[in-house]
Every structure is written in C-alpha cells, then in structure tokens.
C-alpha cells in the first residue's frame, strides 16, 4: 500500500599601608612590611593580564580537541571565533529531476516519476498500476539540491512486493544513487532508518532539514489496518549526499 506522508512547511584589593616612621614602630614594622610586599607582589602577579591569557588559551585548546574527540561543541561560538576547523565539507547539485533509484544493498533499480499532492494534502503515491516505479515529490527538492529530496513507493500490492519492499533493509552506511535528468548520478549514504506512526511524524525532521543536500526514502510499514490507512506506520530512510558522478 502507498505511503501516507503529509508535508508541514541558545573584589577589589585595599591599597597597601605602610607602618609608622617613629623610632619604636621602625623595628617591629621593617619585616612585616617587607613580607606585606611580597604578598602584595604575588598577587599583582596573579593578576596580571598575561597569565590570565595564559589559563583561556589552555582552556580553549582544552575544549577544541575534546570538540574533535567527542563531536560535542562545548565552547560559546563567540569565543573559538576563526579557531574552530571549518565544517566538513560536502557537494550541492544543480536542480535536475531524478529519473531513477537505485541501492545494490537492497537490489533496488527503479524508474522514478514525479508526484504532487494528494486532495488530502498527503503527497501522492503512485498508482497501483505504476507499483514497482517510486515517486519524486516535485514541490521540493530534486536529488543533490539543499533540502531533503523525497522519494515514495509502495511497499506491496495485493499481488506481491512493490518498489521498496526491501527498503527496511537498509542500514548505515549503506549507498542510494538517483540518477538524474542531466545524466549525473547523486550518491546518498543512509545515515539512519527510523518508523514513525503515520499520525505522528515529525514534519520538521523529515521535511525541514535544509542543513544540507538529502534524500527520503518513504513506505508504508508496521501493522496492517486496513481502510484507507493500509498500514499502521511509514518506514522512513535519513540519507545525506556524499558525492555525485556521471551515469
């Protein structure tokens, strides 16, 4: 049955006070007041600019390598300004619609055709007569453009698997390649593939992310209910691009 997708477009230190001059007071107050001034002369340099310098910049390369060890940031982005490596670069593509999709993880190749919108304002699936083609959202992005391209196939028919029958096989770091009108062919890695009810899908993680040029690979999964709905849930796959070639 089709898929069933809906598209929803962070004290002060007192000054220092000498003893008495008087003949009494010299004896008594010369080796207190010399030991006052070392005192003194100590903290003056605790707090001279310079070691001070000195402890942030430990800090900051401190928190840099952890940032490249963990992949956390832990430091205010004001304050590694221009220290920080740049991100990690990846390619964009001009738009060109797709015309095919294929993974030989799964021994996916299909044809591709375009799609809009359902009355319901779901996208489209394709029809049982085109079951073994999936289906391009043409309102959003094409394959390799910023944005999450979105693909959507059947997952069976009432006669036997369809297009993305094995599409809940697929796992990280397995390759999707879409093929394109231009005769360029978009590589996506899968970074994740995730079931969502239908009823509950997070529109913004699934439709918003423009961080980045990336693919969805959408069917139907979980439970079979019947009626309109077909099946309980959508299987979702989380693709990002990795590099392009021509067909």
């Not at 000498?18 to 006052?36: F, Q, S, Y």
């Not at 028919?157 to 599409?167: D, I, K, M, S, Y």
Request: hydrophobic share 35%; proline share 9%; with cysteine.
């Amino acid at each position: 049955m089709p898929p069933q997708t809906r598209t929803v477009r962070a004290e002060r230190h007192g000054p220092h006070r000498g003893l008495g001059r008087g003949r009494e007071g010299r004896g008594l107050a010369r080796r207190p007041g010399r030991r006052r001034h070392r005192r003194s002369g100590r903290w003056r340099m605790l707090l001279s600019p310079i070691p001070v310098i000195i402890v942030l910049m430990v800090l900051i390369i401190s928190g840099l390598v952890a940032e490249r060890i963990t992949g956390v940031t832990v430091l205010p982005s004001g304050l590694t300004e221009g220290l920080r490596p740049p991100p990690r670069k990846f390619p964009v593509l001009a738009a060109s619609e797709p015309v095919s999709v294929a993974s030989q993880a799964i021994r996916l190749d299909a044809p591709v055709h375009s799609l809009g919108l359902a009355p319901d304002g779901t996208i489209a699936a394709p029809s049982a007569e085109q079951a073994d083609e999936a289906g391009w959202y043409r309102d959003g992005p094409t394959p390799g453009q910023y944005g999450p391209s979105v693909i959507v196939g059947h997952v069976d028919t009432r006669t036997g698997p369809a297009v993305f029958h094995n599409l809940n096989r697929l796992r990280a770091g397995d390759r999707v390649e879409v093929t394109r009108q231009d005769n360029s062919v978009a590589i996506f890695e899968v970074n994740t593939t995730k079931t969502y009810d239908k009823a509950q899908i997070p529109a913004d993680e699934v439709y918003g992310d423009f961080s980045r040029p990336g693919l969805r690979l959408i069917t139907c999964g979980g439970r079979w209910v019947g009626g309109s709905l077909g099946y309980a849930d959508n299987l979702i796959v989380f693709a990002s691009l990795v590099g392009s070639r021509q067909a």
